[in-house]
């Protein structure tokens, strides 16, 4: 029975107590709680018989696939730190990366083995890496089968203040490892094992037991990267519940795959990132009306980006049996709540103890603009980064916040209206102009694909509004005037962009996070 707030206590007993539920459903492997358990445990040992110990950190350098699962779980039961790698990051971002980690062990894909060759060496701290996968040339790697082999082992030390290193995506400057205590992340990003049960949130690690004998029997489809850290919040507030995942192991995002899968495997919940899977999921039911029966889907959740309420409307109308849901949250502070729509057309959540708007070290006033804090369950800092951790996280009134870079306004109605991502945030004229406010609005142009809007520095206004586009159908682009028109009817006319750039495809993360820093340098050429 777990007796603390760890993941791995609290697994251990979700798969004592529901051993035969299905866990993993995967095209590589179906297992159920007691064979996904019994994995980690031998994965555990094989680490541990190679050098590996509590607090070493831990990378998965792995796309979707129950590797990724098995790995966290396994490091969490060493009383090791696991921490998220971005599979799309090339040689020198792997050396910052790692190194700022202090890797101890890279579990990787066997075909990232080329670039973990190049690599391997520039990291000192780096005790091993191994490989997960065949059909490739592993030299210099463990086989990941070959860990697997080992007995189980333990009992291994264990601490609620044992952390997880969440790396932030990087877009708008180095990625930041965010240190979360187990307790702490249990409650601000798996929802304390309450999100899927009639038993709301544990109280006492023990409650668990109940969470999974309890807990609604449903399914979730993660459909976003799990190094993606919504993805895996999303992942542990099923496990927690005893819900089974199922994985997509395709290397690119195909919707009628994915719709293949839900239906075959009749999935409840599909977890995605935004408008950027939301609008191809929207593309592909349109396409094809009639072809699947998704009649056992009971959520179409979203969270991590920007999920436009056109978008929401739509996928509503194909799925009707299907709930919209649109989480909030950051890195830095977990899972700020459901997003509600204002009249602004931007997205509100509530303030509380917890959650404020925070200015000049403050809390803000009614009325006020700041950035979007969260108090109580928090991480603890940036890993080997006590600057940047000075700016993040900073005590006020005697209580520390962690403070977002998510803009937001406090209403007198006690929510937060939400702007965007500060640091993106293009002042024209003195005026503030939240680049996810206008992409909303260029996306729902019915020739419009994605739009991702940034500044370019202006003599007169000190920044102007560029719009970087993709069209529908590349020989049919809308003309500026045209796309001027569209956005002036909804936004006041400072927020309408002075430029265009049409491009072949926007650039995003894995996860389907806007690039600004690659939007920046395609505005700043525009004319």
Same mark, same amino acid.
């Given at each position: ?88 990051? =090339? ?160 290397? /690119? ?18 977890? @995605? ?12 039911? =349109? ?69 404020? /708007? ?35 996280? /900073? ?23 939400? @702007? ?108």
């Amino acid at each position: 029975m777990a007796d603390r707030f760890h993941l791995a206590d609290l697994f251990e007993t979700v798969a004592r107590t529901v051993p035969d539920r299905m866990a993993v459903i995967s095209d590589s492997a179906r297992l159920t709680f007691a064979e996904l358990d019994d994995r980690c445990d031998r994965l555990a040992a094989g680490l541990a018989a190679n050098g590996i110990t509590r607090g070493d950190t831990v990378g998965l350098y792995l796309q979707n696939g129950p590797a990724y699962i098995e790995t966290f779980i396994a490091a969490c039961k060493l009383g090791a730190v696991p921490f998220n790698v971005n599979y799309r990051y =090339r040689a020198d971002e792997l050396r910052y990366l790692f190194a700022n980690a202090g890797s101890a062990v890279i579990v990787h894909d066997a075909e990232f083995s080329p670039l973990m060759r190049e690599v391997r060496g520039d990291v000192p701290t780096l005790k091993l890496s191994v490989a997960d996968g065949s059909g490739a040339d592993i030299a210099g790697s463990l086989a990941y089968a070959d860990l697997l082999a080992h007995e189980r082992g333990g009992p291994w030390e264990r601490s609620e203040d044992d952390i997880l290193l969440s790396y932030t995506g990087g877009t708008t400057g180095m990625p930041k490892g965010v240190m979360w205590p187990h307790k702490a992340f249990i409650f601000a990003c798996a929802g304390g094992a309450g999100y899927f049960n009639p038993h709301g949130p544990i109280t006492a690690p023990q409650d668990i037991a109940s969470r999974a004998a309890d807990g609604y029997p449903l399914s979730l489809f993660p459909l976003a990267p799990l190094m993606h850290m919504a993805a895996m919040w999303a992942v542990w507030s099923a496990l927690l519940n005893g819900l089974t995942i199922i994985l997509d192991e395709g290397r /690119v995002f195909d919707p009628e795959r994915v719709l293949d899968t839900a239906e075959r495997e009749g999935a409840n919940m599909l977890q @995605f990132v935004g408008d950027a899977m939301a609008g191809p999921l929207r593309d592909a039911l =349109r396409a094809n009306p009639g072809r699947w029966d998704l009649s056992k889907i009971v959520n179409l959740g979203s969270g991590g980006a920007v999920f436009s309420q056109h978008l929401k409307d739509e996928l509503k109308a194909l799925v009707p049996g299907a709930s919209i849901t649109d989480g909030m949250g950051s890195t830095e502070t977990g899972v700020s709540g459901q997003a509600q729509a204002s009249g602004e057309g931007m997205m509100r959540l509530a303030a509380n103890d917890q959650q404020q /708007v925070v200015t000049d070290g403050r809390i803000a006033g009614v009325g006020e603009t700041g950035l979007i804090a969260r108090s109580g369950n928090t991480p603890v800092g940036y890993y080997n980064d006590p600057v940047k951790t000075a700016e993040t996280f /900073v005590t006020i009134d005697g209580r520390l916040w962690a403070v977002s870079g998510d803009t937001g306004r406090r209403d007198a109605d006690g929510m937060i209206t939400v @702007f965007g991502r500060g640091s993106t945030c293009i002042n024209t004229g003195g005026e503030k102009v939240f680049p996810e406010e206008v992409e909303e609005v260029l996306r729902a142009h019915p020739a419009i694909a994605d739009a991702v809007v940034a500044g370019q520095p202006d003599p007169r206004w000190g920044e102007r509004v560029v719009a970087i586009l993709s069209a529908r159908d590349a020989s049919a682009q809308p003309s500026h005037d045209e796309i001027k028109a569209f956005a002036a009817a909804r936004l006041a006319g400072y927020k309408v962009p002075k430029a265009l750039v049409w491009v072949e495809a926007v650039r995003r993360s894995p996860a389907g996070k806007q690039d600004y820093r690659w939007a920046k340098e395609l505005a700043a050429s525009a004319s």
